[in-house]
């Protein structure tokens, strides 16, 4: 495991942006994990500043042959830079690509399943924090995940960004079909309801293997009891690290 993290670790530091890296480790499990059971299915973000975390699900996408979707308003650094942070590693220089260079609030669902082939197996929402912004790319997501698909909501305990903590709450009060599976990396990560215990015990596995910080802390709160790895959020119970 710690030549798994190591590397992927190193390539990510790369590319310019913040990114913790339990979260990168995290999200490639995840993606190994659906890879690993055929789980079909394209991969998105909203908000890919200079593709750092973008490159992670390039890793999936390329290895699958699946499409791959960014969509950024490129307020803060050029597309080109996505681009050259893709093709400067060999795990995503091949990846099957395309930028919107355009707000997420414009995009329909059905613009974006027809654009990439199909619908998402795993979408990060990671664009504006705005709550009404928010709550419009939650809206977009879930029309176009598949029903085994991952959303990953970013930032959403961060007190410098409140607004995604007030449309996740507002959100999934009305859309009881997706439920919170972790909490790790400042990422919260949703799935179906009926997919949660599948996820969450996947995440509970990679902490148990990691050789990160987080690993060695999950495993010492665990001995203390369950309810220092898990919480109860919208009445799922969730790993939080």
């Known amino acids: 495991m710690i030549n798994y993290e190591n590397k992927l670790i190193q390539d990510v530091e790369q590319i310019p942006g913040f990114l913790f890296p339990i979260a990168a480790v995290g999200t490639l499990w995840l993606l190994e994990h659906q890879e690993a059971r055929g789980y079909e299915g394209n991969l998105i973000e909203i908000g890919v500043f200079q593709g750092k975390y ?23 650094a050029p597309e080109s830079a996505v681009h050259s942070a893709l093709a400067s590693q060999q795990a995503t220089r091949d990846v099957r690509v395309t930028i919107w260079a355009r707000e997420s609030r414009e995009c329909s669902s059905g613009e974006v ?4 082939g199909g619908n998402a197996r795993f979408i990060s929402i990671d664009g504006s924090h705005h709550a009404e912004d928010v709550v419009s790319d939650l809206a977009l ?6 029903e ?10 961060n007190p410098r960004a409140l607004g995604v903590g007030e449309a996740a709450n507002s959100y999934f009060q009305d859309h ?8 790790f990396g400042n990422k ?3 799935t179906a309801r009926d997919r949660v215990a599948e996820y969450r015990s996947s995440v509970e596995e990679m902490f148990s293997l990691s050789e990160l910080p987080e690993g060695q802390a999950f495993r010492n ?3 203390l009891g369950r309810d220092h790895v898990e919480q109860r959020l919208w009445g799922e ?5």
Request: positive net charge.
């Open 141 to 146: 997501a879930e029309a176009c995940l598949v």
């Open 237 to 241: 119970r969730l790993i939080v690290m």
């Open 188 to 190: 919260l990560f949703v």
């Open 113 to 116: 399943i027809a654009k990439i």
């Open 54 to 76: 973008f490159s992670v699900l390039a890793r999936s996408a390329q290895r699958t042959g699946a499409s791959l979707l960014g969509i950024d308003n490129f307020m803060y």
């Open 176 to 183: 009881t079909g997706l439920r919170p599976f972790a909490l």
């Open 148 to 157: 085994h698909g991952i959303i990953a909501v970013d930032d959403f305990l």
């Open 221 to 223: 709160l665990f001995t």
